[in-house]
C-alpha cells in the first residue's frame, strides 16, 4: 500500500516533469520512510482503488492519465454500496442551517459591493434615480449596479454551498475528536463567520472570473439574459470583474490568517494562469492561426499527449481550484494545525471541481432537446464555437493526425463524429471516476448533522446534470 501511494504520488501533476530516474528513488525513498499512513479522521488510509492492467492497457491516454491523478490521495475506504447510497440526498435532508446561511450569504455580498460609506455621492445619486425608475440614469452604469448584476438573478450558488457543507463537516469531525474548532462562532451544528466569509469571497472571485470571460470569450449574454459588457461594453466589465475582486480582497483580508488568506488568493492566480493555458494554440487551434505569421512563434509541433496534458491542467487550474482551496481553507479555519484534514477538504474539492468540468465539457456536445437556444443552461457547442480543445474532442481520438483531420471539418462534422466515437460517455466516465473520489473523501469526515451525506450527494449528483 506504501508503495502504491508513493508511486501515485510521484505521478501526481505537481512533479510530473521530473525524471524517471528521481521518481523511482523518490518512490522507493517513501517506501522507506512513509509506514503506515494515517488519515485526517485517525484511521488507517486505505490503499486507493487500483486500476487493473487489463484495464489500463485498454484505456485511453486520457482515462489513463486521469485515473492517475485520481488516486494521488489515497482516501479513507468507502464501499461503492455506501456512496450509492448516499447519491440521493436531497435539498430537503441538507443540514438545516444551510438554506438560511445560503440565504444570508446572498445578501452579505450585495452588503459587500456596495460599500456605501466609499462610494461617491454622485454615484449614489445616480443609483437613487435608477432606483426610482429614471431611464436616463439607468443608461448611465453605476459600478455597484453593474457588479451586482450576476448576483441579483439568483444561481445555484453551488461554490459557497460545497464550501458551507465542508466546514461543518470538517467543525463536526474535530468536535468527534474531542478537539476544540479552531475558529471562534461555530457551534456544533453549524459553521463560523469567518469560514462562512470563505464561502462568500469564493463565490464573489467565480463571478468576477465570469465577468472577465464573457469580455474574453465576446459574449453578450450568459444563460440567455445579457451580460455585464452585453449591457454596457467590454471596458466596463473588466472594471466591475476587478471592482468585484477587489471587495473580495477586502473581506479575505479580515479574515486575519496569513495561511488562509494565502490559499484563497492562488485561486485568482490558478484562474489567470487556466485561463493563459485554454487561450494557448495547443488547447485553442484558432489562437494559433492567428499567431502564425508571428517571428515568436516556435517550430515545435504540439504532441497529442501535450494537449492531453495541458486540458488536465488547464481544468485543475481553472476550475478545480476554486473548489480544492476554498475547501482547504474552511478547513484550516476548523482545526489550523491539522494537516492530514487540510489534505481531505482539499482533495475532496479538486475532485469534485474536475468532475463538474468534465460533465460540462461532455454537455458541451451532448444534444439535448430545447438546449441550442440558450435559455436555459449551456448552449451546445460553445466551446466548438470558440475554438476550444476539450475532454471530449481529444477522447475522439487517439493521435495528433487524427485530431489535425478531425480540426480541419466544419464544426458540424466534428460534433457528428464526437457523438458517433462515444467520447462523451467516455468523458462522463472519467467525471464518474472523479465523483466517486470526492464522495470517499466527503464520507471519510465525521458529522451528525448530515454535511458529509450531503457532500457526497453533492458530488454524485453532478453525474446527472444535463445543463
Not at 441579483?152 to 457543507?165: D, N, S, V, W, Y
Not at 485568482?268 to 505569421?293: A, C, H, K, N, Y
Not at 471539418?409 to 466516465?429: H, K, L
Amino acid at each position: 500500500k506504501t508503495l502504491h501511494f508513493a508511486r501515485d504520488l510521484c505521478t501526481f501533476s505537481t512533479i510530473s516533469y521530473l525524471p524517471r530516474r528521481f521518481i523511482r528513488a523518490l518512490t522507493m525513498a517513501s517506501a522507506g520512510v512513509l509506514g503506515r499512513r494515517v488519515g485526517a479522521c485517525g484511521r488507517p488510509f486505505g490503499a486507493p482503488g487500483a486500476t487493473t492492467a487489463a484495464a489500463a492497457a485498454g484505456a485511453s491516454p486520457l482515462q489513463q492519465r486521469t485515473t492517475r491523478r485520481c488516486h494521488s490521495s489515497p482516501a479513507p475506504s468507502t464501499s461503492k454500496a455506501t456512496v450509492s447510497s448516499l447519491s440521493s440526498t436531497t435539498v430537503s435532508e441538507w443540514p438545516s442551517f444551510l438554506k438560511p446561511r445560503l440565504a444570508e450569504l446572498r445578501t452579505n455580498i450585495i452588503d459587500q459591493l456596495a460599500g456605501r460609506d466609499r462610494i461617491p455621492a454622485f454615484m449614489r445619486l445616480r443609483q437613487a434615480a435608477i432606483d426610482s425608475g429614471d431611464r436616463s440614469a439607468a443608461a448611465a452604469p453605476t459600478m455597484e449596479r453593474m457588479a451586482r448584476l450576476y448576483f441579483e438573478r439568483g444561481g445555484k450558488l453551488f461554490r459557497p454551498t460545497i464550501a458551507m457543507l465542508m466546514a461543518s463537516a470538517c467543525n463536526q469531525e474535530v468536535l468527534a475528536r474531542g478537539s476544540r474548532v479552531s475558529a471562534s462562532g461555530a457551534d456544533a451544528n453549524g459553521i463560523s463567520e469567518k469560514q462562512a466569509s470563505i464561502a462568500l469571497i469564493a463565490e464573489m472571485i467565480h463571478v468576477a472570473s465570469l465577468v472577465h470571460d464573457d469580455v474574453i470569450d465576446e459574449a453578450d449574454t450568459r444563460r440567455g439574459a445579457p451580460s455585464v459588457n452585453g449591457y454596457w461594453g467590454n471596458k466596463m466589465a473588466v472594471l466591475a470583474g476587478d471592482f468585484i475582486l477587489a471587495r473580495a480582497t477586502q473581506a479575505l483580508c479580515q479574515i486575519g490568517d496569513p495561511r488562509v488568506i494565502a490559499t484563497m488568493a492562488k485561486i485568482i492566480e490558478d484562474l489567470v494562469v487556466g485561463e493563459f493555458l485554454q487561450m494557448s494554440p495547443e488547447l485553442s487551434p484558432e489562437t494559433r492561426d492567428q499567431r502564425s505569421d508571428s517571428k515568436d512563434q516556435g517550430s515545435e509541433e504540439c504532441s497529442y499527449s501535450d494537449r492531453l496534458s495541458l486540458y488536465l491542467q488547464k481544468s485543475e487550474r481553472k476550475t478545480a481550484s476554486l473548489f480544492e482551496n476554498s475547501c482547504r481553507s474552511v478547513a484550516m479555519l476548523a482545526n489550523s494545525s491539522d494537516v492530514g484534514l487540510h489534505e481531505v477538504a482539499g482533495s475532496f474539492g479538486r475532485h469534485v471541481g474536475l468532475a463538474f468540468q468534465l460533465v460540462d465539457d461532455a454537455i458541451d456536445y451532448e444534444e439535448e432537446e430545447g438546449r441550442d437556444s440558450g435559455a436555459a443552461g449551456k448552449p451546445i457547442a460553445v466551446d466548438l464555437e470558440q475554438g476550444l480543445i476539450t475532454g471530449p474532442l481529444l477522447l475522439a481520438v487517439s493521435s495528433e493526425a487524427e485530431l489535425s483531420r478531425l480540426l480541419r471539418a466544419s464544426p458540424d462534422q466534428i460534433r457528428e463524429t464526437v457523438r458517433r466515437s462515444g467520447a462523451c460517455e467516455r468523458t462522463r466516465e472519467l467525471a464518474t471516476t472523479h465523483a466517486r473520489r470526492a464522495a470517499e473523501f466527503a464520507s471519510s469526515l465525521r458529522s451528525t448533522n448530515g454535511a458529509s451525506d450531503a457532500l457526497v450527494g453533492l458530488a454524485l449528483k453532478q453525474l446527472e446534470r444535463r445543463v
